[in-house]
């Protein structure tokens, strides 16, 4: 084999590599307390929604703005501000996933995510009933 082959060989496969290295995302989920200590990095958080607290969404004011509180399961809280609309069923969600960065005490969300295993209770149910039948 030629030198040449082998160098663009090396460099196919380094640019394959690096393509694979920017397509993953490595992040992983982190509590208030851990995000708050990262300002400014982006970060996943589990958290519940803090129904005590008001849910601040107007559609015909600013259809881009939401604000409400999340609670993580070791009981810390932050305000958390996400500029799109709404998610349909964020009352009902059991947890949600939050996607963005901590900037002082406001989680500023680029992305959530529900989960909502209430939609599963009925399936959970009758799978139950078919085990035990059995």
């Known amino acids: 084999m030629k030198t040449?082959?082998?160098?663009?060989?090396?460099v196919i496969a380094a640019a394959i590599g690096a393509l694979l290295m920017y397509?993953?995302?490595?992040s992983t989920y982190d509590t208030i307390g851990s995000a708050k200590q990262k300002q400014g990095q982006y970060v996943h958080l589990i958290a519940k929604l803090d129904k005590s607290k008001p849910i601040q969404y107007?559609?015909?004011k600013d259809p881009n703005y939401l604000s409400f509180y999340a609670v993580d399961s070791l009981g810390n809280s932050?305000?958390?501000i996400y500029h799109n609309t709404?998610?349909?069923?964020?009352?009902?969600s059991e947890r949600v996933v939050l996607k963005g960065k901590m900037e002082g005490d406001?989680?500023?969300c680029n992305d959530i995510?529900?989960?909502c295993p209430s939609k599963y209770k009925d399936d959970k149910q009758q799978l139950e009933k078919t085990v035990t039948q059995y």
């Open 4 to 10: 040449s082959s082998i160098v663009i060989l090396v």
């Open 23 to 26: 397509s993953v995302d490595f």
């Open 58 to 60: 107007d559609a015909l």
């Open 78 to 80: 932050t305000q958390v």
């Open 86 to 92: 709404k998610p349909a069923e964020l009352e009902q």
């Open 106 to 108: 406001v989680f500023q």
């Open 113 to 115: 995510l529900l989960k």
